[in-house]
């Protein structure tokens, strides 16, 4: 085919480029659309004022043919057309200088990227997105280049970064910290941040300059604001009620103050020397958070349309991490409320030492199905239990407790072995919890006439029980293993009885205390014994804390942990 030469393009296809030059229009840039023959099947205007051609003169051409330059303004082979080779592998490319054939046969440099896309059911194409090097023609992008301290391709590289990096944090500091560093010294050499607070106060959260490459925090410039006027037509007013965008200078701020904002304002313009600033509402679909500030002072030249355009993106994909990240943070608060009421106090035994711990899943929302238990039942012996719950989550956590109370009314009301009041909570818990799995130790532990202790206990599907004695020899308790809770499957569960030495430790954990990602549990199962056998002569309190500080593999599950220490004579004295 030759660069005159058309091809109609197939029917089948036209929805596709209906939505095509729809999706061309949104990207503000001159690009185009090929199919797997590498014909234009869509183009948007910025690409037709750049090459001088209408849509009908481009479309069901070939592009290669018809668009595509030597440096003398001769027809390229295709075997040494980069941007072809790109085409027929399906990869990404770019070039920083390319020429094309403009509609009036004059020669067009461009820079232009590639990327391969899905045409429908159809197959594979490719999106071409071009930008002018030079004013020969003076329209789309090329026109604009001197208003603008970005080019279109660096601005779409920009808000793409954007993305990217504030949605992949739901941290609200962290997300603050790479805003700032997205568009310092990109964009200005000043940013300010105000958010307003879940109590409707509005809080000066950052106040950041660019000296050269290094970020400089300016602290006295941070704090709280006054609150936000109903009706001042000033800029960050404005932006704070989530009315509108607006271009400002310190004479902007010259005028008696109409508010305590805009007495803040002009402190900020007299104290940074900032000569124009860009100042765009934080916005998310529900709710106004806040305001951004881009100022330059040092950097030359005023901020534009364009430019505040640009900071509206910015500060819109800012809206939609920090909103998410606030929600994320308000779940947590309340998860770790919810955790706090169903995690139980400890019963306090004559001559036994009991601490307990919980250490939520970092990247988990601070709540799950790991728990422990500990009460006395009504023989006088105390209940020892373990637990987890499939899930990380407010339902897990709810079936938790479900669970957690099933077992202490089943072992109250029973009086019977750690076994059988285990079998009875298989049982029940699809009838009565919306619980799927649970993994469970229960133990009985109890005083015998000559003063020693014997625990009793059954293992459904559990990482063991770990023993040490005073002397630190520590093994595992590997007796009465069955199933885990909910299978379905209901089999008789085994008891294993022992007695435990005097001044012994014994430990109660969940699987996130041993358990790593590429890691053979045993591995785990060792370190834990290892550090808990060194660790013998420790108090129990510093016993607990060392042994999770040790032991738990970091950024990993969350982590329950019952320890228990008898009298050092086997009697009821404290230790």
């Known amino acids: 085919m030759t660069g005159q030469e058309k091809t109609d393009v197939p029917r089948e296809r036209s929805e596709e480029i209906s939505n095509g030059r729809l999706t061309l229009e949104a990207i503000g840039v001159a690009a185009y659309a090929v199919d797997d023959q590498g014909r234009i099947i869509a183009v948007n205007a910025s690409a037709t004022r750049l090459l001088g051609r209408s849509a009908d003169e481009l479309i069901g051409h070939d592009a290669h043919d018809l668009l595509h330059r030597g440096p003398s303004g001769q027809s390229l082979p295709a075997t040494q057309c980069s941007m072809r080779q790109a085409f027929h592998a399906g990869r990404p490319a770019q070039a920083d200088e390319d020429y094309f054939a403009h509609g009036d046969g004059s020669l067009l440099p461009l820079s232009w990227m590639l990327t391969p896309y899905a045409i429908g059911d159809h197959g594979t194409g490719a999106l071409v997105v071009l930008h002018g090097l030079d004013k020969a023609h003076g329209t789309g992008p090329v026109a604009d280049q001197a208003a603008e301290s970005l080019t279109d391709l660096e601005r779409l590289s920009l808000l793409a970064e954007t993305t990217t990096k504030l949605t992949s944090t739901l941290d609200v500091d962290e997300a603050l910290r790479r805003l700032v560093a997205l568009v310092l010294p990109r964009l200005a050499d ?206 897990a956590a709810a079936g938790m407790a479900q669970v957690r109370n099933m077992l202490r009314a089943y072992a109250w009301s029973q009086q019977d072995t750690p076994s059988r009041v285990t079998e009875r909570l298989d049982e029940a818990i699809h009838h009565i919890t919306d619980v799927a799995m649970a993994t469970l130790v229960f133990a009985r532990l109890a005083q015998t006439a000559d003063g020693h202790w014997r625990l009793t206990w059954t293992n459904a599907g559990h990482p063991p029980p770990l023993l040490v004695t005073h002397d630190g020899l520590a093994e595992y308790l590997t007796d009465g293993h069955g199933l885990l809770l909910g299978t379905g499957v209901h089999l008789p569960r085994p008891d294993a009885t022992t007695l435990l030495p005097p001044g012994s430790t014994l430990v109660l954990y969940t699987d996130g205390l041993v358990e790593a990602p590429g890691e053979p549990l045993d591995e785990g199962l060792r370190r834990l014994r290892q550090h808990a056998a060194a660790l013998a002569h420790r108090r129990l309190p510093s016993f607990t804390d060392q042994l999770l500080r040790r032991v738990r593999p970091p950024g990993h599950d969350d982590v329950a942990l019952l320890a228990l220490r008898l009298p050092p004579g086997g009697g009821t004295g404290d230790r």
């Open 190 to 395: 000043w940013v300010v941040i105000d958010l307003i607070t879940e109590a409707d106060e509005v809080w000066r959260t950052s106040v950041v300059q660019a000296d050269g490459d290094v970020l400089v925090a300016h602290e006295d410039l941070q704090g709280p604001m006054p609150p936000i006027p109903e009706e001042s037509p000033m800029p960050l007013s404005r932006a704070l009620r989530g009315v509108a965008s607006t271009l400002a200078g310190p004479e902007t701020y010259r005028g008696a103050p109409d508010s305590g904002i805009a007495v803040e304002q002009r402190r900020l313009f007299d104290t940074t020397g900032i000569h124009s600033a860009a100042i765009a509402p934080i916005r998310s679909t529900r709710d106004v958070l806040g305001a951004l500030t881009l100022g330059r002072a040092r950097m030359p030249g005023h901020f534009t349309a364009a430019d505040l355009s640009l900071v509206e993106d910015i500060a819109r994909r800012a809206a939609l991490a920090l909103d998410n990240a606030r929600l994320y943070q308000r779940q947590r608060a309340v998860a770790e409320t919810l955790q706090k009421h169903l995690l139980p106090q400890m019963p306090r035994v004559p001559g036994l030492q009991m601490t307990v711990r919980y250490l939520p899943a970092p990247d988990a929302s601070q709540v799950g199905g790991d728990w422990y238990d500990a009460f006395t039942l009504s023989d006088g012996a105390t209940a020892l239990a373990i637990g987890d719950v499939v899930g990380h989550d407010l339902e």
